[in-house]
């Protein structure tokens, strides 16, 4: 009974620890990009046809 009440608070802690990671990673702004990457694809990459020019 006391390994189920060990390996209890040890995914609880874990699953806080991701969690907190999580809510550090929206506050420091990691996923505010909302524009880029659907309008990335429609443009074409001039930049390797001058270089190869």
Excluded: P
Aim: glycine letters at 6%.
């Amino acid at each position: 009974m006391s390994v189920i009440v060990i390996l209890l608070i040890a995914s609880i802690s874990v699953a806080a620890l991701f969690l907190g990671a999580f809510i550090w990673n929206i506050k420091s702004g990691q996923y505010d990009d909302e524009y880029g990457s659907s309008v990335r694809i429609l443009f074409d990459d001039t930049s390797k046809e001058t270089k190869t020019k």
